[in-house]
T-cell receptor
Framework: QKEVEQDPGPLSVPEGAIVSLNCTYS??????FMWYRQYSRKGPELLMY????GNKEDGRFTAQVDKSSKYISLFIRDSQPSDSATYLC?????????????FGAGTILRVKS | NAGVTQTPKFQVLKTGQSMTLQCAQD?????MYWYRQDPGMGLRLIYY???????DKGEVPNGYNVSRLNKREFSLRLESAAPSQTSVYFC???????????FGSGTRLTVV
């Protein structure tokens, strides 16, 4: 079993829809939870970052963490064609050698105009 | 612009050839990382370096070696390339407790 599970999609929605992207994890030692957005043929870029359980909002994006269920979500309101990308969840763990990020497989999102 | 620079952007190798992927960051970050990205697999950590002079294995280190040349540069070497190493390689850097990693734009490697 992978440490981080993410449905690869693709997920296709009409413009203006609410999008829900999800990841589950198995390692209780994960301390920080992130969402990265990756456009085609580009490197991932940090979109959202959370530490504690609960919701964090940034414009049209809301990140949700439920540590008791080991489940994180990213919601996109009023989705736009420019939101079409691959969304990767990532979780950070501290080790004696430094910190490491473990990524989900990524969900491909297509927003149709 | 500040960030992570990777070279080359594209490379085709024959099986058995060797090459080094270069990575440099100008943000004075302590930690640097090499990931590979394959369809359906997400990003998998190959090697990382928490500080200058230290390196450690990640999830998929076999067939690779790394060198942390100085604080800015972290190179990845394939000694004898295999078709299974066809992938997109990303370098990243971070501060020890910074929120996220900054990624380069990637190197697309094909081994034939």
């Amino acid at each position: 079993q992978k440490e981080v599970e993410q449905d690869p999609g693709p997920l296709s929605v009409p413009e203006g829809a609410i999008v829900s992207l999800n990841c589950t994890y198995s390692n209780s030692a994960f301390q920080y939870f992130m969402w990265y957005r990756q456009y085609s043929r580009k490197g991932p870029e940090l979109l959202m970052y959370t530490y504690s359980s609960g919701n964090k909002e940034d414009g049209r994006f809301t990140a949700q963490v439920d540590k008791s269920s080991k489940y994180i979500s990213l919601f996109i309101r009023d989705s736009q064609p420019s939101d079409s990308a691959t969304y990767l969840c990532a979780m950070k763990i501290e080790t004696e050698y430094g910190n490491k990020l473990v990524f989900g497989a990524g969900t491909i999102l297509r927003v149709k105009s | 612009n500040a960030g992570v620079t990777q070279t080359p952007k594209f490379q085709v190798l024959k099986t058995g050839q060797s090459m080094t992927l270069q990575c440099a960051q100008d943000m004075n970050h302590n930690s640097m990382y090499w990931y590979r990205q394959d369809p359906g697999m997400g990003l998998r950590l190959i090697y990382y370096s928490a500080s200058e002079g230290t390196t450690d294995k990640g999830e998929v280190p076999n067939g690779y070696n790394v060198s942390r040349l100085n604080k800015r540069e972290f190179s990845l070497r394939l000694e004898s390339a295999a078709p299974s190493q066809t992938s997109v390689y990303f370098c990243a850097s971070s501060e020890d407790r910074e929120r996220g990693y900054t990624f380069g734009s990637g190197t697309r490697l094909t081994v034939v």
